[in-house]
């Protein structure tokens, strides 16, 4: 079988899928005479896509909570954190940029960089990443989605994370205490930490109005933390108590409300 033959194949599956709701490895075989492991491995590949969920014997369409898209653009501010988070990336650098409109921000940057390795757990990153010209090896984490955050988390992801060492993880959050380090809305805090435990440099990208956020789940403790990235709006009095902490502190100037 070409290359072409499987890509027809494959395309004729997605619409398939797409008008009966549901399909069969058994079916699809004997549809088009082939085997069903060569089956097995097509639903895998447009899985692998996002393009489809496998499940016992078939496949079903990528439910509408995971297909990528409808969250916010980065706002100026965001935009702003992340061109400046950026200019920590060295070309041929392996990072893992977690969910998020502020991290987000970060994938236009990709485009001046080269060689690099980036891990994600993020769908929409995922996909623009996906369509840069200088594209970097793209790896995903997988898991279960969590339609919360919008991420894969779960021990399957913290497994793969294992797997891999990282010299970055640029990560967001909802707030951060001054006294303990970033929080979350989210009760899902496990991958994050697995994200900082295998990475060398942890770089947290947050606006400045998020300080003092009363948000009771601890995500990261400051230990963990290596910079932070923020904007002009920080106080001084968060600013010393987050540079107490051995934080590295990198201010720009605010841009938008």
């Known amino acids: 079988m070409t290359k072409r033959n499987t890509q027809q194949r494959r395309r004729t599956i997605v619409e398939r899928l797409n008008h009966t709701g549901e399909v069969s490895v058994e079916q699809l075989a004997a549809e088009f005479s082939t085997s069903e492991v060569t089956i097995r491995k097509d639903l895998a590949a447009l899985e692998k896509d996002g393009l489809l969920l496998r499940r016992y014997g078939g496949a079903i ?49 990709l485009n001046h960089k080269r060689g690099l390795v980036v891990m994600t757990n993020s769908l929409q ?100 933390i290596d910079i932070l990235v923020t904007d002009s709006r920080l106080p001084a009095t968060a600013a010393a108590a987050i540079t107490a902490h051995g934080i590295q502190l990198l201010v720009v100037d605010t841009v938008g409300n």
């Not at 994050?192 to 789940?217: C, G, T, Y």
């Open 61 to 109: 369409p990528l439910p509408q909570e995971i297909a990528v898209a409808p969250t916010s653009n980065p706002s100026a501010n965001q935009l702003a954190i992340a061109q400046k988070a950026a200019e920590l990336i060295r070309d041929h650098n392996r990072i893992i940029i977690d969910c998020g409109s502020t991290t987000l921000g970060l994938i236009p940057e």
């Open 125 to 224: 990153l995922a996909s623009a990443i996906h369509e840069l010209e200088h594209e970097p090896t793209l790896l995903m984490t997988g898991g279960t989605w969590d339609p919360h955050s919008e991420s894969f988390q779960g021990q399957m992801a913290e497994q793969v994370l294992r797997s891999y060492n990282f010299d970055q993880l640029f990560i967001g959050a909802d707030g951060i205490d001054l006294d303990r380090g970033t929080t979350t809305f989210n009760e899902l805090t496990g991958l994050s930490k697995v994200m900082a435990e295998v990475s060398q440099q942890v770089i947290v990208m947050l606006e400045a109005d998020k300080i003092q956020r009363r948000i009771p789940n601890l995500e990261l403790p400051w230990e963990s």
